[in-house]
């Protein structure tokens, strides 16, 4: 089995390159990217501390995780298709008018 320290260590690291890809991107489909990735880091965290105490608690807050990843994806595709339309790219940069 493989200690519960290396699943901590794969979610540090894919939740870094999440955090490191919303702070140095202007594309808002890299945006929405590198927030799942940061949702995956929680469940890995979530499940390997399930399977470490032996139940089903984070295994079932996990699917809760993933069902609002869902629909975070399908409201940031929302908003990307809107901010294509009106302005031609999805730069987060350009879309200032979309301020009130």
Do not use: H
Not at 2 to 27: D, E, H, K, S
């Amino acid at each position: 089995m493989v200690p519960v320290q290396w699943y901590l260590l794969l979610a540090a690291a894919v939740f870094c390159i999440g955090l490191f890809g919303i702070l140095t991107r202007q594309n808002a489909l890299l945006f929405l990217m590198s927030v799942e990735l940061m949702l995956n880091a929680a469940n890995i965290n979530l499940v390997a501390f399930s399977a470490y105490w032996g139940n089903v608690t984070g295994q079932t807050f996990s699917l809760f995780t993933m069902a609002l990843a869902a629909a975070e994806v399908a409201v940031g595709i929302g908003i990307i298709l809107v901010m294509y339309r009106n302005f031609g790219d999805v730069d987060v940069t350009i879309a200032k008018e979309m301020r009130w």
